[in-house]
C-alpha cells in the first residue's frame, strides 16, 4: 500500500529510504537503515522482521539477495509482501510477492530501487526512478524529494494520501535526518516543509553531534552560531522568504 525508494550515495556512501502511502505514519514501518550497513523497505503486508533481521543479516555480510530467500523462505505470508534493500557497498535486490495487490512491482538500478503496490501503475516507479537519476547532481535528499514527487504526479497510490517519511544515514548508527508527515492531506509537500525547516538550524547542528571516530562532537557553538546568523542575514538582505516556504527542486 505504498511506493519507496532504497538509495545510497555513491559518492559518500549515505543511505536513505524514502516512502509514502495512504496509509498512517509509513515512516514507522517501512525504512530501517544502519550506517556503513545497509538500509531496507519492507512494505505491502508489512513483516517488520524484513527491516530488523534484514539489517542483522547485512551486518554478517550476507547479500541483499541471500537475505530475501532468507527472510522470504520462513515466512508463509512472504507472497504478500516486498522487500527491496541495499547494503553498504551498493549491492542491492527487490522482491514482489505474486499476491500483492495490483498495481506491485519493482524496479533495481545501480545504487537504487524503487518498489511499489497499490500503485495506479508502473508508470509511479518507473517515473520516481527517472527523476532520481535525472537529478544526479543534485544534494541526497532533494534528489530523493523530487523522486518522490515526481512517482506522485505519476500517480502514486491509487487510494490517495496520508503519509511520507524521508531518513537518511550518514555513516553512523543515528540518522542524520529523519521526517515525516504521519497524517497529512499533502504528505510530501510537508515533506519538502520539513527539511526546509531542518536547514534553517538543524542540520547545521547535527554537524556538531559525536560520532564513533570522535565521541566528543564540537562542544564549541561559536562556529556553528556564527554560520547560521549569516545565513539568516543573508536571506533577510536579499529579500529571500524563509526556507520553510522554499521552492521545491522541480523534476525533469
Known sequence: MTWSIV?????????????????????????????????????????????????????????????????????????????HLTDATGRNAAFTGSKCIDWAGHIVDDNVSVAGNMLAGPQVIAETLRVYKAL?????????????????????????KQSAALVIYRDQDYPWLDIRADDHPDPLVE?????????????????????????????????????????????IAEGRPSPSFATPLKPV
Open 191 to 235: 515533506l519538502r516543509r520539513l527539511y526546509a525547516v531542518a536547514q534553517e538550524r538543524y542540520l547545521h547542528v547535527a554537524q556538531t553531534m559525536p560520532t564513533r571516530e570522535n565521541p566528543h562532537g564540537l562542544t564549541d557553538r561559536t562556529e556553528i552560531d556564527r554560520k547560521i546568523a549569516e545565513l539568516e542575514a543573508a536571506r
Open 136 to 160: 544526479a547532481d543534485a544534494p541526497f535528499a532533494e534528489r530523493l524529494l523530487a523522486a518522490m514527487d515526481a512517482g506522485e504526479a505519476a500517480g502514486g497510490d491509487k487510494r490517495g
Open 7 to 83: 538509495a545510497r550515495d555513491p559518492q559518500t556512501g549515505h543511505l536513505a529510504v524514502a516512502v509514502a502511502s495512504r496509509f498512517f505514519a509509513v515512516g514507522a514501518a517501512v525504512p530501517h537503515i544502519r550506517g556503513r550497513v545497509g538500509a531496507i523497505a519492507t512494505q505491502a503486508f508489512v513483516s517488520p522482521l524484513y527491516g530488523t533481521d534484514g539489517l542483522a543479516l547485512l551486518a554478517q555480510g550476507r547479500s541483499p539477495e541471500e537475505i530475501i530467500s532468507s527472510l522470504t523462505a520462513r515466512d508463509d505470508g512472504c507472497q504478500q509482501r516486498q522487500l
